[in-house]
């Protein structure tokens, strides 16, 4: 009910009183669809965390909650339809993935969206007598984010940001990832590809961890129209939220 017993239109005419049914029950469903999927986008949850599957973080962005999907049957189409243009699958590498399968969560098997964060480390100063490690990770992960888009039956958009440690050959390393790129913009449904540089953690303790809420300078770019990867320059350092 409006308040000072002012009836209120919604945006289609009906005013706060007409949407209530005999006995005091909101009519929810005679809401216009459009106001109907602003309450179901304000429903979905922000994060979800997943079970880690082989050192990978797995999370939801976007997410149906389980509970509202048993209101009714029209209520969990509805919600599941707006859910399918959001939800967004995060996975997060932080160096440990040797390319197992990954299953999908049942919560975003219906994701269209893919957001990779990748790790590529190389410990190796010289990349004529050793082979560079960034090239056989970059190998790794298109055999498997290949598999998983295949299984992504509705997916549109993948998003990959990658991180190169800031040692003093990192520039070599990029080298090499610019000559296998192709692995990773023939993706079908790739929308951006984001390189960026950033120092390997070292703890007190001389163990280390990737982190990836530090700071980091973008050196490379692709994005949809342009053939590949390509170097920026004088981009200054960007800090970013994990998600």
Known sequence: MARSGISRP????????????????????????????????????????????????????????????QINHQFRHEYLERAEKETCLV???????????????TPVKYARKLELHLALACDSPDHVIDRCKVVQ????????????????????????????DNHPFVRDCGKRLLSEQHRFTNLEALT??????????????????????????LVMQWSPGKSELQRVEGVAAAKEREC
């Open 91 to 105: 996975i997060v590498d932080r160096d440990h993935f040797h390319g197992e399968a990954l299953e999908l969560p």
């Open 10 to 69: 919604s945006p289609d005419g009906k005013t706060t009183e007409s949407l209530v049914k005999q006995g005091g029950v909101f009519d929810f469903f005679n809401l216009p669809r459009e106001l109907r999927d602003q309450i179901y986008a304000d429903c979905l949850q922000f994060k979800v965390k997943f079970e880690s599957q082989h050192g990978v973080r797995l999370r939801g962005r976007r997410v149906a909650q389980g509970s509202l999907l």
């Open 192 to 217: 951006s590809v984001e390189v960026y540089h950033c120092d390997f953690y070292q703890g007190d303790n001389g163990t280390g961890a990737w982190n990836f809420q530090r700071s980091r300078k």
């Open 137 to 164: 990770e970059v190998r790794m992960h298109r055999k498997w984010i290949g598999d998983l888009a295949d299984r992504m039956k509705h997916l549109n958009s993948i998003s990959i940001k990658v991180l190169l």
